[in-house]
Protein backbone atom coordinates (compact mmCIF):
# COMPACT_ATOMS: atom_id res chain seq x y z
CA UNK A 1 0.00 0.00 0.00
CA UNK A 2 1.74 3.36 -1.10
CA UNK A 3 1.62 5.66 1.90
CA UNK A 4 3.01 9.17 2.76
CA UNK A 5 3.35 10.80 5.79
CA UNK A 6 4.48 14.44 6.26
CA UNK A 7 5.90 15.16 9.42
CA UNK A 8 7.78 18.98 10.47
CA UNK A 9 5.01 21.14 10.55
CA UNK A 10 4.13 23.25 13.48
CA UNK A 11 3.64 27.14 14.86
CA UNK A 12 6.72 29.16 13.96
CA UNK A 13 7.53 33.01 14.23
CA UNK A 14 7.33 35.33 10.86
CA UNK A 15 10.98 35.08 9.45
CA UNK A 16 11.78 31.41 10.87
CA UNK A 17 12.52 28.56 8.84
CA UNK A 18 11.15 24.79 9.31
CA UNK A 19 11.64 21.60 7.60
CA UNK A 20 9.42 19.59 6.26
CA UNK A 21 9.64 15.68 6.15
CA UNK A 22 7.26 12.96 4.00
CA UNK A 23 8.30 9.56 4.27
CA UNK A 24 7.24 7.27 1.52
CA UNK A 25 6.63 3.90 1.51
CA UNK A 26 4.90 0.99 -0.62
CA UNK A 27 6.85 1.80 -4.04
CA UNK A 28 9.79 2.61 -5.80
CA UNK A 29 10.41 6.49 -4.30
CA UNK A 30 13.44 6.92 -6.66
CA UNK A 31 11.33 6.46 -9.99
CA UNK A 32 8.50 9.09 -9.62
CA UNK A 33 8.13 12.53 -9.11
CA UNK A 34 6.70 14.21 -5.52
CA UNK A 35 5.30 17.33 -5.10
CA UNK A 36 4.40 19.35 -2.13
CA UNK A 37 0.80 21.26 -2.28
CA UNK A 38 -0.62 23.51 0.12
CA UNK A 39 -3.72 24.83 1.92
CA UNK A 40 -4.44 27.63 3.97
CA UNK A 41 -7.53 27.54 6.15
CA UNK A 42 -10.31 27.18 4.60
CA UNK A 43 -9.01 28.00 0.98
CA UNK A 44 -8.50 26.53 -2.06
CA UNK A 45 -5.42 24.23 -3.24
CA UNK A 46 -2.10 25.95 -4.06
CA UNK A 47 0.59 23.31 -6.10
CA UNK A 48 3.89 24.46 -3.68
CA UNK A 49 6.61 22.93 -5.25
CA UNK A 50 7.87 19.55 -7.41
CA UNK A 51 10.47 17.60 -8.23
CA UNK A 52 11.45 15.00 -10.27
CA UNK A 53 12.69 11.73 -10.58
CA UNK A 54 16.19 11.12 -12.10
CA UNK A 55 17.52 14.20 -12.57
CA UNK A 56 15.95 15.34 -9.65
CA UNK A 57 15.12 19.00 -11.72
CA UNK A 58 13.05 21.56 -9.39
CA UNK A 59 10.07 23.79 -9.60
CA UNK A 60 8.60 26.22 -7.09
CA UNK A 61 5.41 28.49 -7.78
CA UNK A 62 6.62 32.42 -7.48
CA UNK A 63 5.09 33.01 -4.46
CA UNK A 64 7.76 30.67 -2.50
CA UNK A 65 10.44 30.82 -4.90
CA UNK A 66 13.98 32.21 -3.46
CA UNK A 67 12.71 30.70 0.25
CA UNK A 68 11.42 27.47 -0.01
CA UNK A 69 13.90 24.72 -1.30
CA UNK A 70 12.66 20.92 -2.20
CA UNK A 71 14.44 18.09 -2.14
CA UNK A 72 14.54 14.30 -1.76
CA UNK A 73 16.53 11.71 -0.48
CA UNK A 74 16.53 8.44 -2.08
CA UNK A 75 18.42 6.15 0.46
CA UNK A 76 15.76 7.34 2.91
CA UNK A 77 12.38 7.18 0.56
CA UNK A 78 11.94 10.81 2.39
CA UNK A 79 10.96 14.12 0.60
CA UNK A 80 11.96 17.36 2.45
CA UNK A 81 10.85 21.13 1.91
CA UNK A 82 13.05 23.54 3.52
CA UNK A 83 10.71 26.71 4.17
CA UNK A 84 12.59 29.70 4.93
CA UNK A 85 11.76 33.48 5.70
CA UNK A 86 8.46 32.33 6.78
CA UNK A 87 4.97 34.95 6.47
CA UNK A 88 1.83 34.61 7.71
CA UNK A 89 0.85 33.74 4.40
CA UNK A 90 2.20 30.55 4.05
CA UNK A 91 0.40 29.48 7.04
CA UNK A 92 -1.60 26.22 5.42
CA UNK A 93 -1.89 22.29 5.45
CA UNK A 94 1.05 21.17 4.09
CA UNK A 95 0.65 17.94 1.51
CA UNK A 96 2.90 15.43 0.09
CA UNK A 97 2.14 13.99 -3.36
CA UNK A 98 2.87 11.67 -5.00
CA UNK A 99 3.17 11.67 -9.04
CA UNK A 100 2.25 9.25 -11.42
CA UNK A 101 5.11 9.56 -13.19
CA UNK A 102 8.68 10.33 -13.06
CA UNK A 103 9.94 13.01 -14.82
CA UNK A 104 6.83 15.10 -15.60
CA UNK A 105 3.43 15.96 -13.91
CA UNK A 106 0.60 13.95 -15.06
CA UNK A 107 -1.65 13.81 -11.90
CA UNK A 108 -1.39 13.74 -8.25
CA UNK A 109 -2.45 9.93 -7.72
CA UNK A 110 -1.47 9.54 -3.70
CA UNK A 111 -1.34 11.89 -0.97
CA UNK A 112 -0.13 12.46 2.73
CA UNK A 113 -2.84 13.65 5.77
CA UNK A 114 -0.62 16.70 5.71
CA UNK A 115 1.14 18.93 8.16
CA UNK A 116 -0.38 22.23 9.43
CA UNK A 117 2.31 25.09 9.53
CA UNK A 118 1.21 28.07 11.51
CA UNK A 119 3.62 31.02 11.13
CA UNK A 120 2.51 34.06 13.81
CA UNK A 121 4.05 36.52 16.24
CA UNK B 1 0.83 31.54 -15.31
CA UNK B 2 -2.24 29.72 -16.11
CA UNK B 3 -5.29 30.68 -14.39
CA UNK B 4 -7.96 27.53 -13.92
CA UNK B 5 -11.28 29.29 -13.96
CA UNK B 6 -13.88 26.96 -11.93
CA UNK B 7 -17.98 27.41 -12.24
CA UNK B 8 -20.07 27.13 -10.71
CA UNK B 9 -18.28 27.97 -7.19
CA UNK B 10 -21.17 26.03 -5.00
CA UNK B 11 -23.67 23.48 -6.78
CA UNK B 12 -26.96 22.12 -5.03
CA UNK B 13 -27.95 18.96 -6.25
CA UNK B 14 -29.78 15.78 -4.83
CA UNK B 15 -28.84 11.85 -5.23
CA UNK B 16 -29.38 10.85 -8.85
CA UNK B 17 -29.05 14.04 -10.43
CA UNK B 18 -26.88 14.14 -13.12
CA UNK B 19 -24.12 17.32 -12.64
CA UNK B 20 -21.28 19.33 -14.58
CA UNK B 21 -18.32 21.32 -13.72
CA UNK B 22 -16.66 23.43 -15.72
CA UNK B 23 -13.08 24.48 -15.39
CA UNK B 24 -11.78 27.42 -18.11
CA UNK B 25 -8.09 27.77 -18.99
CA UNK B 26 -6.74 31.67 -19.52
CA UNK B 27 -4.60 29.76 -22.38
CA UNK B 28 -4.57 26.48 -24.59
CA UNK B 29 -3.21 23.37 -22.53
CA UNK B 30 -4.27 20.49 -24.68
CA UNK B 31 -5.77 17.82 -22.55
CA UNK B 32 -3.27 18.39 -19.10
CA UNK B 33 -5.99 18.65 -16.95
CA UNK B 34 -6.58 16.58 -13.60
CA UNK B 35 -9.70 16.88 -11.68
CA UNK B 36 -9.87 16.39 -7.61
CA UNK B 37 -12.56 15.88 -4.99
CA UNK B 38 -11.56 17.05 -1.36
CA UNK B 39 -13.82 16.36 1.68
CA UNK B 40 -13.61 18.33 4.62
CA UNK B 41 -10.80 17.11 7.01
CA UNK B 42 -8.87 14.92 4.79
CA UNK B 43 -6.48 15.26 1.77
CA UNK B 44 -7.82 15.64 -1.95
CA UNK B 45 -8.32 12.34 -4.61
CA UNK B 46 -7.33 11.93 -7.93
CA UNK B 47 -10.43 11.51 -10.05
CA UNK B 48 -9.22 12.32 -13.67
CA UNK B 49 -6.06 12.79 -15.28
CA UNK B 50 -5.12 13.92 -18.91
CA UNK B 51 -8.62 15.15 -19.24
CA UNK B 52 -10.76 12.25 -19.45
CA UNK B 53 -9.06 9.56 -18.13
CA UNK B 54 -10.33 7.65 -15.47
CA UNK B 55 -7.88 7.31 -12.25
CA UNK B 56 -8.14 3.43 -11.10
CA UNK B 57 -10.42 2.92 -8.27
CA UNK B 58 -12.94 5.71 -9.14
CA UNK B 59 -16.33 4.80 -9.88
CA UNK B 60 -17.34 5.13 -13.55
CA UNK B 61 -20.12 7.61 -13.08
CA UNK B 62 -17.57 10.53 -12.76
CA UNK B 63 -16.45 11.32 -16.26
CA UNK B 64 -14.04 14.12 -17.68
CA UNK B 65 -13.99 15.77 -21.14
CA UNK B 66 -12.91 18.93 -23.04
CA UNK B 67 -9.25 20.13 -24.75
CA UNK B 68 -8.03 23.15 -25.54
CA UNK B 69 -8.99 25.79 -22.83
CA UNK B 70 -12.75 23.95 -22.03
CA UNK B 71 -12.81 21.58 -19.42
CA UNK B 72 -16.23 19.72 -17.98
CA UNK B 73 -16.30 17.15 -15.27
CA UNK B 74 -19.65 15.42 -15.40
CA UNK B 75 -21.06 12.88 -12.65
CA UNK B 76 -24.10 10.85 -14.44
CA UNK B 77 -26.08 9.64 -10.99
CA UNK B 78 -24.77 11.45 -7.86
CA UNK B 79 -24.26 9.25 -4.72
CA UNK B 80 -24.31 10.63 -0.89
CA UNK B 81 -20.60 9.53 -1.27
CA UNK B 82 -20.14 12.54 -3.78
CA UNK B 83 -21.21 15.64 -2.10
CA UNK B 84 -17.61 17.12 -1.30
CA UNK B 85 -15.81 20.21 -3.19
CA UNK B 86 -14.10 19.44 -6.49
CA UNK B 87 -11.02 21.13 -8.09
CA UNK B 88 -9.49 20.93 -11.40
CA UNK B 89 -5.67 21.64 -12.09
CA UNK B 90 -3.67 21.92 -15.27
CA UNK B 91 -0.34 20.59 -15.51
CA UNK B 92 0.73 22.25 -19.17
CA UNK B 93 3.66 23.77 -17.69
CA UNK B 94 5.19 25.17 -14.30
CA UNK B 95 3.79 26.59 -12.10
CA UNK B 96 0.72 24.29 -11.75
CA UNK B 97 -2.57 25.74 -11.01
CA UNK B 98 -6.04 24.95 -9.41
CA UNK B 99 -9.21 26.13 -9.68
CA UNK B 100 -10.98 27.63 -7.21
CA UNK B 101 -12.88 24.53 -6.43
CA UNK B 102 -16.74 23.57 -6.76
CA UNK B 103 -18.52 22.37 -3.62
CA UNK B 104 -21.18 20.24 -4.42
CA UNK B 105 -23.79 20.36 -1.58
CA UNK B 106 -26.81 18.62 -0.87
CA UNK B 107 -29.89 20.24 -1.59
Known amino acids: EVQLLESGGGFIQPGGSLRLSCAASGFTFSSYAMSWVRQAPGKGLEWVSG????????FYADSVRGRFTISRDKSKNTLYLQMNSLRAEDTAIYYC??????????????WGQGTLVTVSS | DIQMTQSPSTLSASVGDRVTITCRASQSISSWVAWYQQKPGKAPRLLIY???FLQSGVPSRFSGSGSGTEFTLTISSLQPDDFATYYCQHYNSYPITFGQGTRLDIK
Open chain 1, 97 to 110: AKDRAAAATTGFEC
Open chain 1, 51 to 58: IYSGDSST
Open chain 2, 50 to 52: KAS
